[in-house]
């Protein structure tokens, strides 16, 4: 058990790989506070969390929406000690390109690039000086690899990476450290999927496992980019 009282924030904390995050954060001692829209989904993380014996808030709802980032912020603003942030919401439409919507493409960028990027904002200007941040951003094998029916969720998730390469320039003399994630198919809820439809596919608690490995690696280490993938991957 940590004798600090360090915080991680984690979007998406309802399920997947934020669900697993957060399970494997609180095994770690880590207070957390969580997010995410499905309220029944996110009280059993909250009480599995608490369950481990640390302390875990909630706020529940959009997160494009900016009431509920300000929730989150002014958590963080009254626990001071954030040692990290999981930016796992995220959503993908796919379809062929003619029949991908302007809702679709609008639902992508505001919950994958500008809630995103809001989050990581509003932490960095609350962060108290001395504090170390780690800011981990979950993107895509998609951000590199491109897909017929992925047009709009590629584009955002090469969005993701780029935006964490450019943040992390801008703010690691102030004790910001910025990383992307960037796994290949996981079993989870994504897509409208449920867990055990993704034969061959990353398990949650393994993405959990390394975005833990990157909060936890020593402050001089500067992790840009970090891809990961199933050994038993089939396509
Ligand atoms: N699964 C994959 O194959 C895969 C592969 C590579 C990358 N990823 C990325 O991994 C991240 C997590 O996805 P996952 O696989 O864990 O899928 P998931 O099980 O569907 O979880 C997605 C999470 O994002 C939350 N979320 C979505 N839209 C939101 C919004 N507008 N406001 C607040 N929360 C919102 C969901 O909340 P509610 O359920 O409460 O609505 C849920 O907690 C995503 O960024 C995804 O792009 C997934």
Sequence with gaps: MRNKK?????????????????????????????????????NVTTKNCKDLGVEAL????????????????????????IVGVVNAAGVGRFAAPDKLTDDMMDEMFNINIKAMFIMNRELIRIKDKKNFLNIINISSDCDQVAFPDATGYCATKGGVLMMSKALGLAVRKQNVRVACISPGRVDTYFNNK???????ALMPEEVAEVIMFAINAHKNIEIQEIRIDSMSRTW
């Design 6 to 42: 360090e915080y991680i924030i984690i979007t998406g904390a309802s399920s997947g790989i934020g669900r697993s995050t957060a399970l494997k954060a609180a095994e770690e001692g880590f207070n957390l506070i969580l997010s995410g829209r499905n309220v029944a989904k996110l």
């Design 58 to 81: 909630s706020v529940c709802g959009d997160i494009t929406e900016k009431s509920n980032q300000e929730k989150i912020i002014n958590l963080a603003k009254k626990n001071k000690n």
């Design 194 to 200: 449920r867990p055990g439809m993704r034969v061959g």
